[in-house]
Structures are given as structure tokens and as C-alpha cells.
């Protein structure tokens, strides 16, 4: 693979309890009551996506005024963001290399360039690319489309690296190999490939060096 594409939150970053957090903020400050579980459905979703669920259950907020009261709850939260092990510091220690990358990220603009600050990881990546410089979000392929030409690599050469089926259909879409490593356990997506159960670090940095394959399994494995 010439060049690696990162989703951001849940792969890079584990920034999933600030977002928790600032959500539940936001809808206790509505006072709207949510399904269980009504959250957890929306891994890897996009703003606009958790907007239209919302309004199903009873938000009756425009997009801008949620996106608005939801960013004013995030801002709060840096502290709760950290970066995930093993795969931050494979994304440094390729970004040290020389390796081609960037970020392709539902989130927006601001919270991509809050979340790479507060974690020092915002010179990792060639380019950023958020929800608000596309038109559709994942699971369209259109951001990491995006990615690819801005790094004048084809689709073919590129390596997605993933935590939710979301994203990794929305790089299956783009026409790229997909690894998908979910921090918790989720239905296999078909396509996808798997991080080899006896891989380590290392392997896993050296094989993405030299653009090899043979970490990865087709499915995964517990």
C-alpha cells in the first residue's frame, strides 16, 4: 500500500467518551429521553446522521442549532481524549518515516483539529479531511476519495484503517483495502480485512512500511 488513511475517532484516537459525554450533555441539557442503547447504534456516524435519528425521537432543534449545542458540550471535554494503542503510535512512527497519510474523519472541522492538538498528533498527517469538506459522510466513499487524489495515490494503493463497519464500507466503497480494528466486539463487514491475532506492534509498522499484506487475515478472529 503507498499510502495509509486513518478514521480518527475510535482508531487513532480514543476520543468515543468525550463524544459520550458531550452528547449526553447536550440532550440532559434538552431534557429528551433516548432509547437504551439509542447512542451506542451511532458508532461512526456523522453529524447530519445523528441529527436525522435524533429528530425520529423527538429533536426538534434545526441541524446548525444541534451541531451548535453539541460542539459548545465537546469543547469541555480534551481531557477524556487520548490516543489508542498500538495504532497512534504506529500512525507516528510511520508519520516519522516519511510515510504518505491523512485523517479522514466524520467529525467536523473544529473537532478534528481540537481532538490532533490536545493529543500532539496534528503533524502526523499530510491532510485532514473532515465532515465539512464533503458533501455526503461515511459510509459514502467521498472523503477518503478525497484523501486519495490530495495525496496523488489511486484508490487501489491505499490502505483504510478503521474501527466501525460505518467507515470500513465507506472505504470498501472508495475501492481501497480495509483493515478494520474495533475497540469492542461488532459483526464482521464483509470485504474487510482483520489484524493477524499474533501480530504485534512491530509487525504491523514494518509490514505497512513495505506495503505488505501479510499481517492481515480476511476475517476476524477471537
Known sequence: MRAILWDMDGTVLDSEPAHDAAFHGAINALGLQLPAGFHDLLLGASGDQVHAALV?????????????????HYATQGARITRRTPTAEIALALAARGHPMALVSNSTAQEVAMNLAVTGMSYAFAHTISRDDVA???????????????LGVAPQNCLVVEDSPTGARAGLAAGMTVLLHPQTLI???????????????????????AGRQDVLVPSARA
Do not use: C, R
Open 187 to 209: 459483526d464482521p463487514v464483509a470485504g474487510a480485512m482483520y489484524l493477524h491475532p499474533d501480530a504485534s506492534p512491530e509487525d504491523i509498522l514494518m509490514a505497512f512500511l
Open 56 to 72: 425520529k425521537v423527538g429533536l426538534t432543534l434545526s441541524l446548525p442549532q444541534w451541531t451548535t449545542l453539541k460542539a459548545q
Open 136 to 150: 455526503k459522510g461515511k459510509p459514502a466513499p467521498e472523503g477518503y476519495l478525497l484523501a486519495a487524489q490530495k
